[in-house]
Structure formats: C-alpha cells, structure tokens
Nanobody, 119 residues
Framework: VQLQASGGGLVQPGDSLTLSCAYS????????IAWFRQAPGKEREGVSC??????TTVYVDSGRFTVSNHEPKNTVYLRLNSLKPADTAVYYC???????????????WGQGTQVTVSS
C-alpha cells in the first residue's frame, strides 16, 4: 500500500484548505484511511478517518473539518475550514484496517504535508 498526501500550504486565519491523500495497492476490500497531524513538540493526533464501507468520522473540531473518499480517483480528501493558528501542523494520511484515532494502529504512512496558519 502506498499513500501520498498533498495540498498543504501557508494560509491566513479563517481560510480553507483541502488536503488530498492518493492511495494505491490495497489487496483487501476492507480498509481505513486516517488523517493525523503533528505540531512541533506535540504528540501525533487523529484528525479524521474513512473506511471502505463508507464510514466517515472526524475526531478534531468536527464542525470545521470534513473528510470524504472518492474511490474512482483513489483519493481521500480532508477539507479544513475556518483555519486557526492552532491547526498548524504536518498532516499525514495513513492506512489501517479499522477507523480509530490511535496512530500506532496505522501503517503505512504518507510523507506528510505542512499546513501553516498565520497572519
């Protein structure tokens, strides 16, 4: 399985951003793809997850973030709205069997994409 995250950048508070996670190589019909983020000096934090069964969930500030899986394009999208400086982090996508927020349950990982929210 391979994953590649993209779409990060430098934005201002209140802006929106859409991150993409392109995936390939699943040999099972059942899988989960999660987004995590890690800010400097902090532990990796679960942001959202989608599964191949259509289940989706957002663990962090669910009113501002949405996640979706566009299977024809083998891409999971994470939409970040009303961004705050506290959202600044490297965002990673990772593959697993079931959705959950514990990063140690996921492997492999994409390379990460930096999101910086600053005025």
């Amino acid at each position: 399985v391979q994953l590649q995250a993209s779409g990060g950048g430098l934005v201002q508070p209140g802006d929106s951003l859409t991150l993409s996670c392109a995936y390939s190589g699943f040999t099972s019909d059942y899988y989960a793809i999660a987004w995590f983020r890690q800010a400097p000096g902090k532990e990796r934090e679960g942001v959202s997850c989608v599964s191949s069964t259509g289940f989706t969930t957002v663990y962090v500030d669910s009113g501002r973030f949405t996640v979706s899986n566009h299977e024809p394009k083998n891409t999971v999208y994470l939409r970040l709205n009303s961004l705050k400086p506290a959202d600044t982090a490297v965002y990673y996508c990772a593959a697993g069997r079931l959705c959950n927020a514990w990063y140690r349950n996921f492997d492999p990982w994409g390379q990460g994409t930096q999101v910086t929210v600053s005025s």
